[in-house]
């Protein structure tokens, strides 16, 4: 079992940075993959990014590459996601994931309870 807590959400302009944090207890969390997702208000939960079990490769959605990048510390427990040039359509909640580190919700078996970020233009 993994626990999931996400931190670091909040209100920044168009433009700015933030760097979200999910941090992770319970057994083996170096042996999973992680992702982010997001959920804006009316739409689906979106893939961001993932990350495999060592960071050895990570995988992004077109509309964040370049501006976005995830990466984790398993002596910390811990996975990120750098959020740079934040955009208006970025603002939704955000969501960290273990399991397989691929783009489909249904292959992470474990969630945070998410962290809201809103982009002001």
């Known amino acids: 079992q993994v626990q999931l807590v996400e931190s670091g959400g909040g209100l920044v302009q168009a433009g700015g940075s933030l760097r979200l944090s999910c941090a992770a207890s319970?057994?083996?969390?170096?042996?999973?993959?992680m992702g982010w997702f997001r959920q804006a208000p009316g739409k689906e939960r979106d893939f961001v990014a993932s990350i495999t079990w060592n960071g050895g490769s990570t995988y992004y959605a077109d509309s964040v590459k370049g501006r976005f990048t995830i990466s984790r510390d398993n002596a910390k427990n811990t996975v990120y996601l750098q959020m740079n040039n934040l955009k208006p359509e970025d603002t939704a909640i955000y969501y960290c994931?273990?399991?397989?580190?691929?783009?489909?919700?249904?292959?992470?078996?474990?969630w945070g309870q998410g962290t809201q970020v809103t982009v002001s233009s």
């Open positions: 994931a273990a399991g397989a580190p691929t783009r489909q919700a249904g292959h992470y078996g474990y």
């Open positions: 319970g057994r083996s969390f170096s042996s999973y993959g």
